[in-house]
Each structure stands twice: as structure tokens, then as C-alpha cells.
């Protein structure tokens, strides 16, 4: 499925901040900068700077070491806070290694020492261009993979045309399915499609965070909100500003903390634990839960109000034993990622190991068939995985008969396959030692009738013991 939304294309321009009281580095600088694809300006540390800071969307900042703090608040965490995805570059009269440690630390990228050449800070900042365009790019061409790869059954063709739909908007989305069937890189993928692409994506689950903690987790704390809260604390929503709140599991929210989502939703503002001013703060959320809502708000355990208000576009992701034909497009991709994760040079599945593949229920879904590719790769000695490489509990769990082919002393491989009779033949074979040679329960299991498996018997003159 093809989405004219996605296209690779060049990121707007960079913008890049000098901050420095050295008039002659300005001077210089704004006279001989010719690097294009960037617009580059200067503020000399006044009393704006932080503001400047903050409103500006900064791709570069070159920093002073001599502004490190500004109006008491550490500027290198300021900046990062302010702008995503931003790199610093440190400026210092002289070599300190105890302040290049310092600010590495804080997420500067490294310490440079003056005098410097304008062609040598053009130098830096021409490969942080080149590595924003080959970022957007990869999100891009991810996202056309992965839109292909989840895109080949009707139901997810229908869940993704919403998406392309709802992603432009601000509207709240409600992700349902089983867990392991990708509802937060559906969420990912909504953000990515959205205005919002370029800010925050924070994930939360909220089975994971302790109902004690959960509400300073998610809107912060004030200082002295309880004990150990030292320094006022950003919770999550403020992280999120501008971008987007994925929370996962919402079922599992207590409701003492629906009541506060409920009125983020309504309201748009939050409320730190300890605090009496509110904070608006612009941030879309997308819920997911492999619970069915509807039932929890019929039992009482979910609000109804705010399922109502989560629920403005819904998505239903189908386990992927509805979704088979995504399964040969998944087993490609996971192979390719996991043999050049672990430099394992594999070329695919052998065609009997494949087939037990395709026809596996998956009860954890596609999380669980890619942690299986991982393994196989882990383990595959060649250039194919065979049966050998699966894990055991494809052979032991209570899978209809067919799945329990034995690993075949033949390797298969596509210079030698073996023929469907072979098969057949190895299969009926293995199904008698299985059963103990009772043909009714082999027959049985196998779907055909008695005489049926009689005349393939004989067919391929297997003895029966």
C-alpha cells in the first residue's frame, strides 16, 4: 500500500546560534559564513538569551564557555530541553579536561578551543546537516518498509488509511489490540505522519509505574511535594509539549489518575503534585490497551467520560493469525535485521522450516515471531535457518499436527529441496512415532479419513511396526 504522504525530502533550513561576547568571532563569523542550507545568528549572553534560546528551534548552538549558567539555570540542559534533537558545541579560551567531562556529560557534543576558522565550524555544522537529512530520510524509508509490511491484509489496510487521515490532526486516538501486535509503533507512526513529527514522542506504560508515583510521573512535582522531592520535577505531559503522550495500557490507570487525565483532556492544563498555579501545555495524546474498554466501563473499572473522550478515533490492530499474509513479509524483514545486527550472514528459511512458520498461531504476535527470527539467527550455523534453529516449544505445544514436522536429516536448502511426497511421506512417518502407530488418532489428527491415510501408506511403502 502505497501512502503519497511519505516522501524523502530535505529538512528545512538549520538554524544556527552563536553565543559569545567575542565581537571579532561575530564579526567574522556573520561576514564569511557561506554554508548553505543554514541561517546563522548571534546573541552576545544579555539578559534575552535564554528567551532567544527557547523560541529559536535550534539545530546547532555554539556556547561560551563563560554562559554555561545563565540567570542561575544551567544553559546546556536548557538548551536540549528546548530544542530536540539540537548538538552544542562548547567554546573555550582554553584545554580543560575536567570541563570537556563536564559537558559531554550534560550532552554537549565536545569542547572547542579558540581561535577557530570559520571554515572549521562550517565543517561541523555541514555534517550535522548531512546527519538530519539522513535521519529524516531513514524514518522515511522506515516507514515506507514497515507501511508495506503491515499494510498487505485488508484490516490493515483499512487501519492505516485512518491513519493517514487522523495523523494531521491534533485528535485523540485509542489503540486497541492483543499485546505484541504493534500498537506502539502504530502510535510512532501516527506521530511521525503528524505536524508534531519534529517534537517529542514520550512513551509511558502505565502498568509499569506504581499508583504512588504514577501522578508525579505523569504532571511532576513541586519541590517539597513529598519526601526526597528536592527541585521542582517536569512530569511527562511537560516532556511532551508540542509533541505526543503515548500511553500504553491505559486500562490499567488507576481512577483517582483518570480523573486528572479527563480534565488534561478537557481543559488542556496540568497540575503538578504539590503545586497550586496550573500549566497549559500542548500535547496530543494517543492511548492504547490490549483490554476490552467498552467491557471495563460496563464493570466499573474504567470511566465512561473519559473513555468517550479518548475514543475520538479508534483503531483495532488484529492479532496476526487474522493477518497471515503479513507473516512471509515480516520473516523477510526480522531475518535482514537480525543477521546484520549480529553480522550473521543468512540468505532466508528453508522452505519446511518456513512452513511451520506460516502456519503458527502466534498467541504473543509479532513481537513474539520476531524475538523467534532472533533466536533462529542467533543459532543457524549456515546460510539458512532450518527447523534445528527454531525453538523447542514449536515441537512441544499443543499445535495441530502438521506443525510438528520433524527436522529432516536432509538439509533443504533451495539447491535441494525436498518434493512434496517426501514430505508427505516424512510427516505420516513421524505423526505414526508420535501416536504410537494408532492410525485412527493419526488419521485424526491429520484431518483425513482412515483409508485415506491407509492408501498413503502403501503409496509410500512406509512399514508399520
Known amino acids: ?61 555554539f556556547l561560551s564557555s563563560e ?55 562550517e565543517s561541523l555544522v555541514k555534517k550535522v546537516m548531512t546527519r538530519a537529512i539522513s535521519n529524516k530520510n531513514h524514518r522515511t524509508l522506515e516507514e515506507h518498509l514497515m507501511m508495506d509490511l503491515l499494510g498487505s491484509s485488508p484490516a490493515m489496510e483499512k487501519v492505516l488509511a485512518t491513519i493517514t487521515k487522523v495523523a494531521p490532526t491534533n485528535s485523540t486516538v485509542l489503540i486497541e489490540g492483543e499485546t505484541g501486535t504493534g500498537k506502539e509503533f502504530i502510535a510512532n507512526l501516527v506521530h511521525r505522519l ?30 517539597g511535594a513529598f519526601t526526597g522531592a528536592t527541585t521542582d520535577r517536569k512530569g511527562l505531559f511537560e516532556e511532551a509539549d508540542s509533541g505526543t503522550l503515548f500511553l500504553d495500557e491505559i486500562g490499567e490507570l488507576p481512577l483517582s489518575m ?9 481543559e488542556r492544563e496540568i497540575r503538578r503534585v504539590g503545586d497550586t498555579e496550573t500549566h ?40 496476526l493469525r487474522e493477518r497471515r499474509g503479513n507473516i512471509p513479509h515480516l520473516l523477510r524483514f526480522f531475518v535482514k535485521k537480525f543477521s546484520m545486527q549480529h553480522n550473521i550472514p543468512i540468505k532466508g528459511i528453508a522452505k519446511d ?51 510438528s514436522l520433524p527436522a529432516s536429516k536432509e538439509i533443504q536448502t533451495p539447491d535441494r529441496l525436498l518434493s512434496l511426497a517426501e514430505l508427505e511421506k516424512q510427516h505420516i512417518i513421524h505423526a505414526l512415532q508420535l501416536l504410537d502407530n494408532n492410525q485412527s ?23 508399520l511396526v
Open 353 to 403: 522450516a518456513e512452513s511451520l512458520l506460516l502456519h503458527f498461531d502466534y498467541p504473543g504476535n509479532i513481537r513474539q515471531l520476531e524475538n523467534i527470527i532472533e533466536h533462529a539467527v542467533v543459532l543457524c550455523e549456515g546460510e539458512y535457518i532450518l527447523l534445528q534453529h527454531l525453538p523447542e516449544f514449536f515441537f512441544k505445544e499443543s499445535t495441530p499436527a502438521y506443525l
Open 258 to 266: 483518570q480523573v486528572k487525565l479527563l480534565r488534561f483532556l478537557q
Open 441 to 463: 488418532e493419526v488419521a485424526k489428527k491429520l484431518d483425513i479419513s482412515r483409508s485415506t491415510l491407509w492408501r498413503k501408506i502403501k503409496e509410500h511403502g512406509i512399514p
Open 194 to 223: 503528524s505536524n508534531r513529527s519534529d517534537e517529542a514522542f514520550v512513551a509511558i506504560n502505565c502498568a509499569a509505574i506504581p499508583e504512588n508515583l504514577i501522578e508525579s510521573e505523569l504532571f511532576g512535582s513541586k519541590k
Open 67 to 121: 554562559f554555561l549558567t545563565l540567570d542561575q539555570l544551567d544553559t546546556l540542559t536548557f538548551i536540549k530541553e528546548h530544542n530536540r534533537g539540537v548538538e552544542v558545541f562548547v567554546l573555550s579560551e582554553t584545554e580543560s579536561a575536567a570541563l570537556a567531562e563536564d559537558v559531554v556529560r550534560k550532552g554537549a557534543h565536545s569542547v572547542l578551543i579558540k581561535p577557530l576558522r570559520v571554515s572549521f565550524l
Open 1 to 61: 500500500m502505497s501512502n503519497p504522504n511519505l516522501r524523502t525530502v530535505k529538512p528545512p533550513p538549520l538554524k544556527v546560534l552563536l553565543v559569545d561576547r567575542d565581537k571579532a568571532l561575530a564579526h567574522e563569523l556573520l561576514e564569511k559564513w557561506s554554508l548553505a542550507g543554514c541561517e546563522l545568528y548571534h546573541c552576545d549572553g544579555a539578559t534575552d538569551t535564554l528567551k532567544i534560546i527557547s523560541r529559536g528551534q535550534w539545530g546547532t548552538v
Open 280 to 319: 497549559t501545555v500542548n500535547v496530543r495524546v494517543i492511548a492504547a490497551t490490549n483490554l476490552d474498554l467498552a467491557r471495563a466501563v460496563k464493570e466499573g473499572h474504567f470511566r465512561e467520560d473519559l473513555y468517550y473522550r479518548l475514543n475520538t478515533f479508534h483503531l483495532h490492530l488484529p492479532p
